[in-house]
């Protein structure tokens, strides 16, 4: 507390003061109460806190999203009635997988790409379409199959941005000339 109440200005102002006091002992509170929360939290849902899996740049991926991830193909392969890999092999390529994605998203950001609303929203109603339903249908059986309306779109926002990327990249290095259409 001894930084934080040297590290604020002093002033002749007896308000100052008192404020100066409140801002330490506020600084206090939650540096000790913070840890303290956190156990609380973690102790009262017994469940431990998520695990880092894999640092992708500056981005982590935790167990859960890979569970996660893991759950959503398993029942993709189930519906597809497709036999599953092993079950290590299975993960392996699913965690390639999310970094691919986390690798790609970065190269996004970094080059500006996104995808607005109004493109998901698109896309969204493409899909609903392409299986014959409307767009509440759609949540309604996504939510069926455990997954939300924002973890959906968020998935939808994320494959737009990475097509709209490979999109940009491979077509800034193909060249097709005259001949070869002629030819073709």
């Known amino acids: 507390t001894d930084i934080i109440t ?5 002033t002749g102002n007896p308000g100052a003061a008192m404020r100066r006091s409140f801002l330490t002992v506020s600084a206090f509170c939650l540096i000790a109460i913070h840890p303290a ?6 102790a009262s849902t017994g469940r431990p806190i998520d695990r880092i899996v894999v640092v ?3 981005e982590v991926v935790t167990e859960s999203e890979l569970h996660a991830r893991l759950g959503e193909v398993s029942k993709r392969i189930a519906a597809q009635k497709i036999q599953a890999p092993p079950e290590n092999a299975l993960k392996k390529q699913v965690l390639e997988r999310i970094i691919l994605e986390h690798l790609q998203l970065q190269i996004a950001r970094q080059a500006g790409v996104e995808a607005g609303d109004d ?3 698109m896309a969204l109603q493409t899909i609903a379409e392409q299986n014959r339903m409307g767009l509440d249908d759609l949540y309604k ?5 455990g997954v939300g309306k924002a973890a959906f ?10 097509q709209q990327l490979i999109d940009r990249e491979i077509g800034n290095r193909i060249t097709v000339s005259d001949t070869e259409v002629e030819n073709f």
């Open 6 to 10: 040297h590290s604020l200005p002093r």
């Open 141 to 145: 059986t996504l939510a069926q199959d």
């Open 119 to 121: 493109k998901v929203n």
């Open 153 to 162: 779109r968020e998935q939808i926002r994320n494959q737009i941005v990475i």
């Open 37 to 42: 929360t956190l156990a609380a939290n973690t």
């Open 56 to 58: 992708v740049n500056d």
